[in-house]
C-alpha cells in the first residue's frame, strides 16, 4: 500500500518562511521521482517542484523560482519544500507526489504522477 504524508503546513503571513515535508511508504522511493504540487479553489493544480530520484536534478514552477528549494532524503524516504519570502498566492493546499517513470520534463504535469497525498494547506492569516 503505497501512502505519502504531507505536514507543515499552517498560518502564515506575506514574508513568512515554512517547511514542508512528505514522508513515501509502501515503495521503494530511491528509484522514484519526487514532485510538490498546489491548488487553490477554482485553479488548476499547479506545479511547485520536482525532484529526481537521486536527488541530482531540481526542478521549479516559474512562479517559485528563488524562493522555494526542494530537497530529498532516501534513507528516511522523505521530501521537503522549504517555502521562503511567501506571497499572499502561496496559500492553497500543497500536495506531495511520486511518479516512477524516467526524469523528463513531464515531471511538470500533475497526470503524470502515480501517487498523491491527501495535502496539507498553507493558509493567509486574517
Known amino acids: 500500500q503505497v501512502q505519502l504524508v504531507e505536514s507543515g503546513g499552517g498560518l502564515v503571513q506575506a514574508g513568512d518562511s515554512l517547511r514542508l515535508s512528505c514522508e513515501a511508504s509502501?515503495?521503494?522511493?530511491?528509484?522514484?521521482?519526487m514532485g510538490w504540487f498546489r491548488q487553490a479553489p477554482e485553479k488548476e493544480r499547479e506545479f511547485v517542484a520536482a525532484i529526481s530520484s537521486g536527488g541530482g536534478v531540481r526542478v521549479y514552477g516559474d512562479c517559485v523560482k528563488g524562493r522555494f528549494t526542494i530537497s530529498r532524503d532516501n534513507a528516511k524516504n522523505t521530501v521537503l519544500l522549504q517555502m521562503n519570502s511567501l506571497k499572499f498566492e502561496d496559500t492553497p493546499v500543497y500536495y506531495c507526489?511520486?511518479?516512477?517513470?524516467?526524469?523528463?520534463?513531464?515531471?511538470?504535469?500533475?497526470?503524470?504522477?502515480?501517487?498523491w497525498g491527501q495535502g496539507t494547506p498553507v493558509t493567509a492569516s486574517s
Open positions: 509502501g515503495l521503494t522511493f530511491s528509484i522514484y521521482t
Open positions: 507526489a511520486t511518479r516512477r517513470a524516467r526524469w523528463s520534463e513531464s515531471v511538470k504535469t500533475s497526470l503524470q504522477y502515480d501517487y
